[in-house]
């Protein structure tokens, strides 16, 4: 019998109700509803953790994918481009809400909501104008419109919430962001910083000045990204900027670090470089869970002077037992640490090109033990395209699942991010997001053989282990094109 082809739009619809039947049973199994998208976001409430099951979570994935792709498919393709050209629109606008303190003004409320003359009075800032952004969020299901021109929090505009007194917040503005989950200085900071580089990338390549990304166009600047951040005039961005790189934790439980390289395997008094550790947050739920690890958390020096003030209000044992020390180090400089079992990069080789990215990697080849590990924590790109990808496939760990026809095989804009990232690493410090083979490529540069990933559950970080090769003297950059 032939079989006839469900045309691509059932298909679609198909894979949102499937999903749909299986959320509604996990839910109705739990006898608890779902939560309201009206209602704010409350990370205690026993259906936010339904949400993590791994079923509901597949799906939801399939779900977020499909209605994007259905949507694609019947929207009218003029409007479908020029909403897409003007979604800086949303950046903006959720900017000037974070930074007026609308979601604290908001969550004070309650869910009746509040006038925009009354959300724009603490910050002296024009009603009229508030009223327009918050109702272009609403209509992007960020906030929401109870009657015209009265706004509530919503499950998106609430995760925005400094959890602190709005009062407070408008008292000192250079602390309002000091001591919060970090989430809203990740919302400001890229809605500002990176917004404005990438606004430049089309005009950095018509106009190519060699070694010029756009945050040298938009800032005006020859200076690097990270050389900026730290002048003394930009001390209240470097902050939110080490604020914010903690608030990724909160795109994704904070211990999905410990669901992919087996920490607890390591023996007892084993040293964990966490190298370019901002505050070292990271390193922080390694040692909450392995209290034997010793910790050594490297990075610059103004960002080493918040990363102790961290660590001891968050793990004062760790602290007081010796068992964390802070390091400033380049990792440019010869690595000093010479017994790491681990040294751990989170976020930090989408960072740099694949030449300066190689000079890290032999830093710390040169320091390594035969033994030592190194644990890469960052996205792994892969093509929108449906293709096996055979060349990586024989690595342990590291084949991932596609998602089924007729979706996009990388879900689409359901896994956007590493997309996301990668345009901005390279328009902010002409870095990169890596696909699998692009990073077995530059460990083998590094001196490191590229020996498994683990891609752990609820988590769009993968886990890239390597151990030491040997180092040819070879250290000329890349011929390949990652193409
Ligand atoms: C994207 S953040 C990642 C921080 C942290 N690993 C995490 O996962 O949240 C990059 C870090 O690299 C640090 N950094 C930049 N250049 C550096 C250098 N030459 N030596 C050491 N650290 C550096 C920055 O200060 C920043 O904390």
Known sequence: ?????????????????????KIERVYAEAEIPLPSLDAPFNPADPAEALLQNPTVEGVTLNI???????????????????????????????????????????????????????IAAP?????????????????????????????????????????????????????????????????????????????MLADTMLDFKEGELGFNRAYN???????????PEN??????????????????????????????????????????????????????KNPGL????????????????????????????????????????PQPVPNAAVFMLRHIMHDWSDELVVRILRHLRDAAQPTTKLVVVDKIVVSAARVPDS???AIPGAKRPLAPKPLLPNWGVGKAEVYYYDLTMHCMVGGVERTLQHFVEVFDKGGWKLERVYHPAGSQMSHIVGVPSRLTQDTRPQSRSHM
């Open 1 to 21: 019998m032939r079989s006839i082809e469900i045309p691509t739009l059932r298909r679609l619809a198909n894979i949102i109700n499937e999903a749909i039947d």
């Open 64 to 118: 977020v994918a499909a209605a994007a792709q259905l949507s694609a498919t019947v929207a009218s393709p003029s409007v479908s481009a020029f909403n897409a050209s003007q979604a800086f629109h949303i950046s903006a606008c959720l900017r000037a809400a974070s930074e007026v303190n609308v979601v604290e003004v908001l969550r004070e409320a309650g869910g009746a909501g509040l006038h925009a003359k009354e």
């Open 123 to 199: 910050s002296k800032t024009d009603p009229l104008l508030l009223a327009r952004i918050l109702r272009l969020l609403a209509t992007h299901n960020i906030f929401r419109e109870v009657t015209p021109n009265v706004f509530a929090n919503n499950r998106i505009s609430s995760v925005l919430d400094k959890g602190k007194p709005s009062k407070v917040l408008f008292q000192n503005r250079d602390e309002r962001l000091t001591g919060t989950s970090g989430f809203a200085a990740l919302v400001e900071f890229s809605a500002d910083h990176d917004m404005k580089a990438v606004a």
């Open 221 to 231: 600047t020859t200076a690097s990204f990270w050389d900026w951040l730290h002048r």
């Open 235 to 288: 001390v209240y961005q470097m902050q939110r900027f080490d604020i914010g790189m903690r608030g990724t934790a909160a795109m994704e439980s904070t211990d999905a670090i410990l669901r992919g390289f087996d920490w607890s395997g390591l023996p007892t008094g084993s040293v964990l470089v966490d190298v370019g550790a901002g505050i070292g947050h990271i390193s922080l739920v390694i040692a909450q």
């Open 294 to 333: 010793r910790v050594i958390v490297q990075d610059l020096k103004d960002t080493i002077k918040d990363s102790k003030i961290y660590w001891k209000e968050h793990l004062p044992s760790h602290v007081e037992s010796g068992m964390v020390d802070f390091q400033v180090h380049d990792f440019y400089a």
């Open 391 to 393: 060349e990586t496939e």
